[in-house]
C-alpha cells in the first residue's frame, strides 16, 4: 500500500497542487502525521522554510537567529503534526501561530527576567490536551482515545491510515480518497472492514 | 451577552506577541470568554499566515535574502532526529480560585498560568487583590469586590485595563459583566461599585492609580498598595 501512497504523493507533486492550497497543505500534514511520511514533509518543507526565513529575518534582523526559528518551527511540524486541527484552520494559520510562539519566546530568553510567561502558557497550540479547560468531558474523550488507539495499532496499516484521516483529522471519505490517491470506493470498504475489526477487539476484551 | 471588548488593535497585537504581558494575559482571558473576539483573533491569524505564505513565488528580495539558506542540510536535520514522544497526557491546571469560601472557574488563560497568582491581601473594607507575576513594567492584578463595595474615585497617570471575570461592577457610565473588557487612558475619572453582587476583577496597570476626591486622596501615598 505504502508504494500506492507515494507514487501518488509524487504525481500530485508533479501537477499543479502545492502546499500553499489549503487542502493539499492539510493532506500532507496529514501524512506527516499518520504515516510519518518524510516526502510529504519534504514538499512542506520547501514550501515553508523560505517564506519562514523571510519573515524571520525581517523579524531579527539576525541570520543566525532567522535560521533557528525556522528550525525550531519546521522540528515542531515534523514532529507535532498530529496536533494540527483542520477543523480549527488552515494549515499555514497553524505553522503561522507555530513560528509566533517560538518567536515570543526567542525574545524573551534575550533578556533573561525572571517570572517571564511563556509562550505555551498564552497560546497552546502545541498541547497535546488543547481542549481539557474548555471541555469538562475532555478527560473522558482522551481516555477513550488512548484505548481506540492502542486497538488501532492492531489494524492492518491501510486500514488505520483511513480510520486515522477520518476519526482523527476529521477528512470526509472523499478527501482521504484524494489524499491517499486510491477510489472513494476502496475508502468505504477500508472504514467498513477496520470498524468491523475494531467492534470485535473492544468486543473480545471485555 | 459581552458589551465591551479590546480594540482591533489590542487583538492584532495579542495575535502577533506584541503586547506587555500583563495585557497579553487580559486580552487572551478576554479572548477565552468571548467567541466574537475569538472569530476575529482566528481571522487576523489567517491574514497574517496568508501575509508571510501567501505568495506563490518568493519576491526577488527574498529570494537573494535566500542566497545563503541551505534549506537541504536543515531538513536533512530535522528528518534524522528520533522522533519526540508526545508529552504526558495527564498534565493538569488547577483551574480554580477559591477566595473567602467562594470558588471561581477560571478562563484557560488564567488556569495555564495558575501558579503566577501571588498571595491574597485585604485593602481598604471588602477588596481583596492578589498579583499576578508575569514580568514586565505594568502590573496586573486579581481584585475581588464584595458585594456592596466602592473604590474611591480616581483617574490614572497611565492606562488600566479592566476585565469582568465573574460578577458584575458598575461605574457611572455603565454596568460590567462576565467577560466585559474596559480600556481607559488617564483622563478618565470613575467610581467603581458593586452593588447586590460581588465581583472578581483581572486589572493591568501602566502607572499608579492616583485617588482624586475628599478624604480619599489621603490614600494617594498608599495607591502602591494597588501596584506593588
Not at chain 2, 536533512?76 to 477559591?98: G, H, K, N, T, Y
Request: charged share 25%; glycine share 4%.
Amino acid at each position: 500500500m505504502q508504494t500506492v501512497i507515494e507514487t501518488k504523493t509524487k504525481r500530485n507533486t508533479m501537477s499543479s497542487a502545492q502546499p500553499d492550497d489549503p487542502d493539499h497543505a492539510a493532506a500532507l500534514l496529514a501524512l506527516v502525521a499518520t504515516e510519518r511520511s518524510r516526502h510529504a514533509f519534504s514538499e512542506l518543507f520547501r514550501y515553508f522554510a523560505p517564506r519562514l526565513k523571510a519573515y524571520a529575518t525581517r523579524q531579527f534582523g539576525n541570520e543566525q537567529t532567522a535560521m533557528d526559528l525556522v528550525q525550531e518551527t519546521m522540528t515542531n511540524v515534523w514532529n507535532k503534526a498530529h496536533l494540527f486541527k483542520p477543523d480549527r484552520g488552515s494549515a499555514s494559520t497553524w505553522i503561522f501561530t507555530i513560528a509566533r510562539n517560538i518567536r515570543f519566546d526567542f525574545l524573551r530568553k534575550n533578556k533573561h527576567r525572571q517570572h517571564d510567561l511563556s509562550a505555551d502558557e498564552l497560546w497552546p497550540v502545541l498541547a497535546e490536551q488543547n481542549d481539557s479547560l474548555d471541555d469538562d468531558y475532555a478527560l473522558d474523550d482522551d481516555l477513550l482515545m488512548q484505548q481506540l488507539a492502542v486497538y488501532c495499532e492492531e489494524l492492518p496499516k491501510a486500514q488505520r491510515t483511513v480510520i486515522e484521516l477520518i476519526y482523527v483529522a476529521g477528512k470526509s471519505q472523499q478527501e482521504v480518497a484524494d489524499a491517499l490517491g486510491i477510489p472513494l470506493g476502496t475508502v468505504k470498504s477500508r472504514t467498513r472492514l477496520a470498524l468491523q475489526k475494531l467492534r470485535e477487539l473492544i468486543q473480545s476484551d471485555d | 451577552m459581552i458589551k465591551f471588548h479590546p480594540s482591533e488593535e489590542h487583538l492584532f497585537h495579542y495575535v502577533t506577541g506584541d503586547l506587555t504581558p500583563a495585557m497579553l494575559m487580559m486580552v487572551g482571558t478576554h479572548v477565552d470568554m468571548c467567541s466574537q473576539c475569538q472569530r476575529n483573533v482566528q481571522h487576523i491569524e489567517e491574514t497574517m499566515a496568508q501575509k508571510l505564505f501567501g505568495q506563490r513565488q518568493l519576491p526577488e528580495e527574498f529570494a537573494a535574502a535566500n542566497d545563503s539558506f541551505d534549506g537541504d542540510e536543515m531538513l536533512a536535520q530535522i528528518l534524522a532526529q528520533p522522533q519526540q514522544q508526545p508529552r504526558d497526557l495527564s498534565q493538569q491546571f488547577a483551574s480554580e480560585l477559591v477566595l473567602e469560601g467562594k470558588r471561581f472557574q477560571l478562563p484557560g488563560t488564567l488556569a495555564r498560568n495558575h501558579h503566577r497568582i501571588g498571595q491574597w491581601h485585604k485593602l481598604l473594607g471588602q477588596m481583596w487583590r492578589a498579583p499576578v507575576q508575569v514580568g514586565g513594567k505594568d502590573v496586573l492584578t486579581f481584585i475581588y469586590m464584595a458585594e456592596n463595595t466602592r473604590v474611591p474615585e480616581h483617574t490614572h497617570k497611565g492606562n488600566e485595563a479592566t476585565l469582568v471575570v465573574n460578577g458584575v461592577f458598575n461605574d457611572e457610565t455603565s454596568d460590567y459583566r462576565d467577560g466585559d473588557f474596559v480600556f481607559l487612558d488617564g483622563s478618565v475619572k470613575h467610581t467603581p461599585e458593586t452593588r447586590h453582587e460581588d465581583c472578581l476583577t483581572l486589572s493591568a496597570l501602566d502607572a499608579p492609580m492616583h485617588f482624586t476626591s475628599g478624604v480619599s486622596r489621603l490614600l494617594n501615598p498608599f495607591s502602591s498598595l494597588f501596584f506593588k
